[in-house]
């Protein structure tokens, strides 16, 4: 089963980490990537842009207009995922809760088991 873990940011957050939990972050995330690999349960990760590069398109009397930016009222966006690969949803709780953010007050995991996967030619 395939579940998507996704990373919320809240940039304040980010802002009042100190150089080790900075250290921390990134080093444990390499860790959670070699950890997925070595057991053949990792799929696929990538991390995002700040939402302030994005780009929205909604539809405007049935044709597609591209703005800046969401726009939204949010402190929280997301700023990445990991796509795994693992036997149940405990194993991909089991596995989030390796990833440093789940032990930084203020972030968040998210995980949700995908229902359609056409992973091209990966």
Do not use: C, W
Not at 13 to 31: K, Y
Not at 51 to 80: H, L, N, Q
Not at 93 to 101: R, S, T, V, W
Request: glycine letters at 10%.
């Amino acid at each position: 089963m395939k579940y998507v873990i996704l990373m919320q940011v809240d940039p304040a957050v980010l802002e009042s980490l100190t150089e080790e939990q900075q250290h921390t972050i990134q080093s444990g995330h390499g860790d959670f990537m070699d950890a997925t690999k070595a057991s053949g349960e990792f799929v696929a990760t990538n991390a995002l842009a700040d939402p302030s590069r994005s780009k929205v398109i909604r539809s405007k009397g049935g044709v597609p207009e591209v703005t800046d930016g969401p726009f939204v009222e949010a402190k929280e966006f997301m700023g990445g995922y990991y796509l795994i690969d693992v036997e149940n949803e405990e194993r991909a709780i089991e596995l989030a809760k390796l990833i440093p953010d789940s032990t930084i007050d203020g972030l968040a995991l998210e995980i949700r088991q995908v229902m359609f996967f056409d992973g091209g030619d990966m």
